[in-house]
């Protein structure tokens, strides 16, 4: 098998999710004994969480860079970042390395054109919804993103924040989420992207109103197909 590289600690609950994702998908295709050759650089959650102006950005997108080098060095054949947001910092990532990076939205909208979704729902923290490090990559393959008011982009950012990146599920937020899709799909939505990871942690996907389409889970799927790209199935 090929080997992966994953950016993780961003936070470790979503780098547990990764490890376990695509050791999953490799054992179901290759045998129960099969696992998949990775190096992970966990970050200091610390230091890349809160980001706010552009010095804290900088200062974040040293700390990815160089995990991204050591992955390489470790003779890592493809790189995820294994967090939705810090992709804002994809292009520095690319600049510094010769090793390919997967990148998390293009995984997805080639899922969505696959499943025939012209219209979704992103939903994640403040700034993978409101910039275009996420949005425009995948409206740029003619997925049209629905506007989320500003009081939902708030509450869902602290939720995220709050809760589910310290491992907590709560009612509340299941409520809150369920109400968002459940207006989004009033809206015109067809389907919902979970642009945060721990966002399965409070929405159910084989039993919501709307396709989910997970981002984590499907930048695992393309990560773990390709390290199988060469193997034979079990």
């Given at each position: 098998?090929?080997?992966?590289?994953?950016?993780?600690?961003?936070?470790?609950?979503?780098?547990?999710?990764?490890?376990?994702?695509?050791?999953?998908?490799?054992?179901?295709?290759?045998?129960?004994?099969?696992?998949a050759p990775m190096a992970i650089e966990s970050l200091d959650?610390?230091?890349?969480?809160?980001?706010?102006?552009?010095?804290?950005?900088?200062?974040?997108?040293?700390?990815?860079?160089?995990?991204?080098?050591?992955?390489?060095?470790?003779?890592?054949?493809?790189?995820?970042?294994?967090?939705?947001?810090?992709?804002?910092?994809?292009?520095?990532?690319?600049?510094?390395?010769?090793?390919?990076?997967?990148?998390?939205?293009?995984?997805?909208?080639?899922?969505?054109?696959?499943?025939?979704?012209?219209?979704?729902?992103?939903?994640?923290?403040r700034s993978a919804v409101t910039e275009g490090y996420l949005?425009?990559?995948?409206?740029?393959?003619?997925?049209?993103?629905?506007?989320?008011?500003?009081?939902?982009?708030?509450?869902?950012?602290?939720?995220?924040?709050?809760?589910?990146?310290?491992?907590?599920?709560?009612?509340?937020?299941?409520?809150?989420?369920?109400?968002?899709?459940?207006?989004?799909?009033?809206?015109?939505?067809?389907?919902?992207?979970?642009?945060?990871?721990?966002?399965?942690?409070?929405?159910?996907?084989?039993?919501?109103?709307?396709?989910?389409?997970?981002?984590?889970?499907?930048?695992?799927?393309?990560?773990?197909?390709?390290?199988?790209?060469?193997?034979?199935?079990?």
């Amino acid at each position: 098998m090929r080997k992966l590289g994953l950016i993780g600690g961003m936070s470790w609950l979503s780098t547990r999710t990764y490890y376990e994702e695509i050791n999953r998908l490799v054992q179901r295709k290759l045998g129960r004994h099969a696992s998949a050759p990775m190096a992970i650089e966990s970050l200091d959650f610390r230091q890349l969480n809160n980001l706010a102006s552009d010095e804290d950005w900088a200062r974040a997108a040293t700390h990815v860079v160089e995990a991204a080098k050591r992955l390489e060095e470790s003779g890592a054949e493809r790189i995820l970042i294994t967090a939705n947001v810090m992709h804002r910092v994809y292009d520095q990532i690319v600049e510094a390395v010769e090793t390919p990076v997967l990148h998390i939205a293009d995984c997805t909208a080639h899922k969505m054109q696959d499943g025939g979704v012209g219209k979704a729902l992103l939903l994640g923290m403040r700034s993978a919804v409101t910039e275009g490090y996420l949005r425009d990559r995948i409206e740029q393959r003619g997925i049209e993103l629905l506007p989320m008011n500003a009081a939902d982009i708030e509450e869902v950012h602290r939720l995220i924040v709050e809760e589910l990146k310290l491992g907590k599920a709560s009612r509340n937020a299941e409520r809150a989420l369920k109400t968002i899709i459940t207006v989004s799909e009033q809206a015109g939505a067809k389907a919902v992207i979970l642009a945060c990871t721990e966002l399965e942690m409070v929405v159910d996907v084989d039993a919501n109103v709307l396709p989910i389409y997970d981002t984590a889970r499907i930048h695992c799927q393309v990560a773990a197909e390709w390290a199988m790209a060469d193997e034979e199935t079990a």
